[in-house]
């Protein structure tokens, strides 16, 4: 659980950070939300989550109740009063109990990182959810808190001993993760699906492809038939906590050698070393 919870700017236990009952975000999953990951007790790329979070506002008609100056505060605050060197920040918009007559309910806590050391020295499993991305819904490219379908595939994902399941859109073409966008890399490129086949376009895919273009690596976004990961020579993950992470295995069957790939560890490096200036 949680220590201190900033509650509309209120710092307070997470026993008593509470919001109404008639919250739409708590009725209808009328929200928005950013993780955040946090190092050496800074927000990493905090700027982009927070004008990720007002466009998502603007998209939904949400008013955020303090300026995001002053959320950037909060956010500071809330590490600093949960002792947080290295951890994972949540910051949560519900729309509140009257979108558009009133600004929504802001909550943000911390919480520790899952991922270790030796997930990046394995790799992770995967595998087809059976549930498909609506590449044509309007929500897809939102952070939005109606996530019950990303929870079902994540439930089947353990149920069938995979660390993450993968969404094909309705074309049956690769889509995203539950929590990440997928990368594959064919003889040297590294190519990703394009955000119009229903994913949500990542802070941390955004940054692989920055890091690509200033490495000299070749970088595509197109659409990615599933077969081409168990031809790929590697694969990766990404999001805010993950970074980069190799995936080596989709539905039990290697990708590449089965092993973390040498391109995925050098995009990581670089993305790794830039975050620590």
């Known amino acids: ?18 919001i109404s009952a008639v919250d739409q975000g708590f009725l209808y999953g009328y929200g928005l939300f950013e993780t955040i990951l946090v190092r050496a007790g800074r927000p ?5 989550h927070l004008k990720r979070l007002e466009a998502g506002c603007r998209a939904l008609g949400i008013a955020l109740p303090f300026p995001p100056a002053a959320v950037s505060r909060l956010v500071h605050e809330t ?11 949540r910051l949560t918009l519900s729309a509140g109990p009257a979108p558009g007559e009133s600004p929504g309910e802001l909550v943000i806590f911390t919480r520790p990182l899952s991922a270790g050391p030796g997930d990046y020295e394995r790799g992770l499993a995967a595998g087809w959810s ?20 990303n929870l079902l595939a994540k439930r089947e994902a353990r149920e ?3 660390a993450e399941a993968l969404f094909l859109n309705t074309a049956g073409y690769v ?8 990368f594959i890399v064919f003889n040297g490129q590294v190519v990703t699906p394009s955000v119009d086949q229903g994913l949500l376009p990542g802070i941390m895919r955004r940054t692989v492809l920055k890091i690509c273009c200033e490495l000299g690596i070749p970088a595509v976004e197109r659409p990615v038939a599933p077969a081409e990961l168990v031809r790929a020579d590697e ?13 080596v295995k989709i539905n039990d069957r290697p990708i590449g050698n ?20």
Not at 138 to 149: D, G, I, Q
Not at 236 to 247: A, D, G, Q, W
């Open 44 to 48: 990493v790329f905090l700027e982009a």
């Open 1 to 18: 659980m949680p220590g201190v919870v900033c509650l509309n700017g209120r710092f307070l236990p997470a026993s008593r950070a509470q």
């Open 130 to 149: 059976v549930y498909r991305r609506n590449e044509r819904s309007p929500l897809v490219k939102l952070k939005t808190l109606n996530y019950l379908e």
């Open 175 to 182: 889509a995203e993760g539950t929590i990440s966008n997928v």
């Open 235 to 247: 694969c990766f993950l990404t999001n805010s906590l993950l970074i980069v992470m190799p995936l």
């Open 160 to 162: 069938k001993g995979w």
């Open 79 to 89: 590490i600093r009063q949960n002792g947080l060197a290295d951890g994972a920040l």
């Open 258 to 277: 089965g092993r973390p790939g040498r391109l995925t560890e050098r995009i990581r490096t670089a993305i790794m070393s830039g975050m620590m200036q």
